[in-house]
Structures are given as C-alpha cells and as structure tokens.
C-alpha cells in the first residue's frame, strides 16, 4: 500500500509482508481515508478485508469482506410503503409485524434501475427471487445477508440442479445501496438492481414475466459471500408465487391473452350454477383427520347432483416451513 495522508494513516506489516496493512494515526472522527495498492507481479486472487471502530471497545465491525461492499445509489429511492408492488406475509399483516415483507418497483429518477424494500425477522438474509420456473433453480436472487453486525446487499444466483448451494454473481455489478439496518432480530435493506443484464448467465433483464420467489434464513450463517439453506432453525421454505408477473410492468406480459381466456370461461360458468350447498350439520361418507385438528378433509357425493362433490377443508395454516 501507498498512503497520502500520513496525519490520519500509517502503514503496518501483517503476517511478515511489509506495508501490507493501512490502518489509523489517532482517533479523530473520520469518513475517509485515501490510499494506493500496488497489486502483486504473481497472478492469482486478492481479497480485500477491512475492519471499523465506531466507538471505542464498544461499537465496531471486524474482519468484513471488501467485495460485499455495495456503493451508494446516486439517486433517492422510492420510499417505503409507496412501490407499487407491496407483498407482506402473512396476508394482511402491517409492515412492522410481517414475517416477511418486500416492496418494488422501478425508480421513479432513474427507470434503467427496479428499487426493492425488504424486511423480516432474520438473523441469516432475506431475499426476493425471480424465475423462470417453480423448482427453485436457474433463479436470480437479491437478498441482504448479515455479516459481523453489519446488512450487505447481495446478487446471487440458484444453479441447476435445485440441490446446488446458491452462489454470488461473478462481478455484483449493477447494484447499489440505499439503506440497511439490522435491530433486535429484525433486518432490513434498501436497494436498487439495474433492470437489465449484467452478469451473462446470472442474472435477468427483470423486465419479463417470472415467478416470485420469497424466503429467508433465521438462523445466523458462516461468513461468505452466497445465501446459505433457508430453514435451518426455525427458517422459512420459500413461497412461490402462483403465477408469472413481471416486477417493472406489473403484471404478465400475456395478460390481454387470459383475459380473453377468462371472458370464456366466465361463459362456461354461467351455463353451470353449483347446487345447493350443504349445511353445517352435513354429514360426510369421506373423512380425514377430525374438526379441530392442524388439518382436515371430508367429502361426499353432491345430495341435490351427482355429478358434484362436495369438499370441506379446514388447516391450521403458518407460512413457516
């Protein structure tokens, strides 16, 4: 390293190479501090690790990969609670309570770019994943993942086969920060993803229609750079949306196509009007499990047509997997 700034930093020798480290001269508040690296004739790969004190003995982040560092975003980002797609789990639940909470849309300075709001009860990441299919492979996955205290943003990627572990993108390019905390079990990031490609086979031009993706991990994880097994302790089996929607438009792109398909099947349903259903105190040839319980299933021929069945279904439902 080559310094430029002797009053505020010095250079160290670490594990017998000289000059190898930067750090402070005194403990004056500082933003910043300016310095060179003269890279190694041997070819090979370097990583970069840094560490900050905030306050003395009591606030500080050690040991922190330079390459998870995301750059701030050169615009503002939308706020929270106005994109205009909003999804909270479980349903109806306000922001602040929901296990899983995320909103998107594209940014209103700057539309090359799709801002994303997520927030959850997290120890591990929370992420949102985009797909082409519902095996939860061949994914592109922006999630924010907690390393030494501190919330970094992350652009991975699920390979094929599904039993592949994530892994980061080769570069992270294309993404920028807006803001990220994490308090009391509870994390939470801002950022934006260009809309289109920058990592060839890792990533999507978001501006298509695709199957959403939401998980988490509670559980902390090993320090890394990828988004580790989602249940563990307590976690969450990602939910995967029922139908294909596109996060800059929307909705599908071949919507005006189901549209005309629904307008048909509207028809078809007003040629059959169910029969009457049955009432409380119905009695069931077919049963599974018993009322009351996590879950239950009865069924029994239709009394007043035949040719329906008639099904009660009652589950204690939880989103936690």
């Known amino acids: 390293f080559t310094i430029?700034?002797?009053?505020?930093?010095?250079?160290?020798t670490c594990s017998g190479d000289a000059n190898s480290t930067v750090t402070h001269t005194n403990s004056n508040s500082k933003t910043r501090i300016s310095f060179e690296w003269t890279a190694p004739s041997s070819s090979g790969t370097v990583q970069m690790r840094y560490s900050i004190v905030t306050a003395f003995a009591d606030d500080f982040y050690a040991n922190l990969n330079?390459?998870?560092?995301?750059?701030p975003c050169p615009f503002p980002p939308?706020?929270?609670?106005?994109?205009?797609?909003i999804i909270g789990l479980p349903d109806g639940c306000s922001r602040e309570s929901c296990d899983y909470y995320v909103g998107f849309g594209p940014n209103t300075v700057n539309s090359d770019y799709l801002d994303i709001y997520l927030e959850g009860e997290a120890?591990?990441?929370i992420a949102l994943g985009f797909s082409e299919n519902t095996q939860m492979e061949e994914d592109d996955v922006l999630g924010c993942r907690i390393d030494s205290g501190m919330v970094n943003v992350v652009d991975t990627w699920n390979p094929s086969n599904r039993r592949t572990p994530n892994v980061a993108d080769a570069t992270q390019n294309g993404v920028c920060t807006h803001l990220t905390s994490v308090s009391n079990g509870r994390i939470s990031c801002s950022f934006s993803r260009s809309i289109n490609i920058t990592d060839v086979g890792q990533d999507y031009n978001l501006n298509n229609s695709f199957y959403l993706f939401f998980g988490?991990?509670?559980a902390a994880q090993s320090s890394g750079d990828n988004l580790e097994y989602h249940t563990v302790s307590g976690g969450m089996t990602p939910i995967i949306s029922?139908?294909?929607?596109?996060?800059?438009?929307?909705f599908d792109d071949d919507d005006d196509d189901d549209d005309d398909d629904d307008d048909d099947d509207d028809d078809d349903d007003n040629n059959d009007e169910c029969p009457p259903a049955p009432g409380n105190d119905a009695t069931y040839t077919f049963q599974f499990?018993?009322?009351?319980?996590?879950?239950?299933?009865a069924a029994r021929v239709?009394?007043?047509?035949?040719?329906?069945?008639d099904v009660l279904l009652e589950a204690d439902a939880n989103i936690r997997g």
């Open 289 to 297: 499990g018993s009322p009351g319980d996590d879950y239950y299933f």
């Open 66 to 71: 330079a390459a998870d560092y995301r750059p």
């Open 123 to 125: 120890d591990g990441w």
């Open 4 to 12: 430029y700034d002797s009053d505020n930093s010095q250079l160290r």
């Open 216 to 218: 988490l991990r509670a």
């Open 78 to 85: 939308t706020l929270v609670g106005d994109h205009p797609t």
């Open 242 to 250: 029922d139908e294909l929607y596109n996060p800059v438009t929307g």
């Open 302 to 309: 239709n009394l007043d047509n035949a040719s329906y069945l």
